[in-house]
């Protein structure tokens, strides 16, 4: 067994020389760059743009639509089919989105390799109520894309979508109990015909996701508009670079034949994306700031007859999304069996980030304790990692370069039988920079460790703007400037005290309006099933607001969160974050805000304010009884409803 004490000196060291004082501002986030042609990274260049033109609009000048949900990807599908299942019709609802289709990130993300991380079968929503078999235990990006048209479909959502659409502003109208909701349509043959439009809706739902804003890194030299040849980031991968099409699993990338390429980041994305260009390439050259921790993945199409075991009995979606939970967050009873028996729930350690009832109150002398019990739960798991790279990877230098010195719960960990053994083709080559990152760019290629590599091709696989900016403000995730009672901003009403919600899906002064969130809400690996819980969450109480007001067709109605009920909430969500400080002695990353998880110089006010952004520290299974439990008798304990 390796040395304990070594291996925690040696994490301590590794995160040091990646903390930057810069922070999150190395990077920039693409839709608002200072430059054109960065800008234009984030085109939709997915959108049947002649289709779009000629369908009608579901959304008409003077309408006002019960629900209004902005967000088309999985939150919004899954809330309008949580809507309908709580009793409103389609025809109650309008969905706003500003791609050119439905998925979200399963619409805007296609490149190569694509496959969820988490097993399909729970990962996949409403594969009960549908019937639909995923293909294989991890199901390829296309194959989701299309599964969540099928749904759209089913649940007769299909014409109520106003697509390459983006609202700019929501503003309460205390008089007509509404919100005014101001959007913009592209229209034309490349969608950049803006036309504006004022619609009224009785409810509004943010839907944005987690990691909805593609960035770059700011690099010297040129900069990246200075590089001469092509460069594009992988949440929308260029094919007519590559070659290939985005609507096969593994496209044959035939444009690269004679290419060197260059891929800056070796995230969850990356490390599904190289083998696929080793296979076609000239050369990969691959620059890594901090190596992920891979792990197998146990890839298999999906057996018909063992499905029928797995999805024999009504309610097993439910039961084995339950089962997997309890094993992430460590409450699985002894004996109990791994139904989905994945490398995440082997993690005995990953509920450090997630949230668990055995941590969920630390009192703040206590937090070395539990760190040091996390890493101690951590180090047989992360010790068998660093032997399986050693295992794999032929040369024993780059070997070393590609192991992670972490605990597991800092990075999101990846999953592939692949991406190691790519470094033992010849055509493949480790750029490590000993976590500086990449130096600058010329117009020929990139300078890392002092020397220039010349490049045909540059992609960025650098992800996304951290969910933890502006403490998490679902208005400002969603790019919607949000005016409630008074006039007043989410970050103007939270600016006092910090962040106030119920349950991480309303907040007090914004009548009517709910939104999907981490912000003081369960967590965990499977981030589809945290979003069911509160499109559940949410639909019930629309619906049972409704119905103690006089039917699900019953206009004129405020529900708001009372004011008590969200500070006894936001209380107890400040209670147990002290927990979270496990991600403190994290290597830099998007989870703990680049290394900054919190100012040296800021105030005693100023932490309580950060600590009630934390998510729910008792975890995910825990979150769900808590809100079963808020649910028995149709109360709506802190909820107020009103009828005009």
Known sequence: M??????????????????????????????????????????????????????????APGDCPKFLIIGAGLGGIMGAVRLIQA????????????????????????????????????????????????????????????????????????????????????????????????FTTGRGPRGDEKVSSTVNAEFVWLTAGLLSKPQVPKLAGVGIEGFKGDYFHTSLWNYNVTGGSPE????????LKDKTVGIIG??????????????????VYVFQRTPS????????????????????????????????????????????????????????????????????????????????????????????????IAAIVKDKETAEKLTPWYPAWCKRPAHSDVYLESFNESNVHLIDTDGKGVDSVTPQGLVANGQEIPLDILIFGTGYQSPSASLADPSGRAGVKVLGRGGQSIGERWEPTGPATLHGVATNGFPNLFFLSPLQAGVSANHANALDAQCRQIAYVAATAHKKAGGLDKSGLTVEIGVPAQEEWSLRIMQGAARFATMAIC???????EGHLVDPNATQEDLMKRARASPYS???????????????????????????
């Open 2 to 59: 390796e040395d304990f004490a070594q291996i925690q000196q040696k994490y301590t060291a590794e995160a040091q020389k990646r903390l930057r004082p810069d922070g999150s501002s190395q990077y920039q986030t693409l839709s608002e760059s200072d430059s054109d042609r960065l800008r234009h990274l984030v085109d939709d260049i997915w959108a049947d743009h002649a289709a779009l033109d000629a369908q009608p609009s579901p959304i």
């Open 87 to 182: 009793g409103f019709s389609a025809d109650q609802i309008r969905i706003i989105e500003t791609a050119g289709g439905v998925g979200g990130t399963w619409y805007w993300n296609r490149y190569p390799g694509l496959h969820c991380d988490i097993e399909s079968y729970i990962y996949m929503p409403l594969l009960e109520e549908t019937g639909y078999m995923p293909s294989h235990k991890y199901a390829p990006g296309v194959e989701i894309r299309n599964y969540l048209k099928d749904v759209v479909k089913k649940w007769n959502l299909e014409d109520k979508i106003l697509f390459r659409t983006k609202v700019d502003k929501l503003e309460w109208d205390e008089s007509a109990r509404v919100w005014k909701v101001d």
């Open 248 to 255: 096969e699993a593994f496209p044959a990338l035939s444009k």
């Open 266 to 283: 070796t995230g969850a994305t990356a490390i599904q994306v190289v083998p696929e260009l080793a296979k076609y390439a000239k050369e």
């Open 293 to 388: 921790a891979v792990y197998s993945r146990g890839q298999k199409p999906t057996d018909p007859e063992e499905w029928k075991t797995i999805a024999g009995q009504p309610g097993w979606q439910d039961a084995r999304q339950a089962n997997y939970l309890a094993h992430i967050h460590n409450i699985a009873p002894p004996g109990t069996p791994n139904l989905v028996d994945d490398e995440w729930s082997k993690q005995p350690a990953y509920s450090a980030l997630v949230g668990d009832p055995e941590f969920a109150n630390v009192a703040p002398e206590k937090v070395q304790e539990v760190i040091a019990t996390f890493l101690a739960r951590d180090a047989e798991n992360s010790a068998r990692l660093r032997a399986r």
């Open 587 to 593: 290597t830099p990353s998007y989870i703990n805000n």
């Open 618 to 644: 008792a975890g995910l299974p825990e979150f769900i009884k808590e809100l079963e439990r808020w649910r028995e008798g149709d109360k709506l304990s802190g909820v107020e409803v009103t009828v005009s």
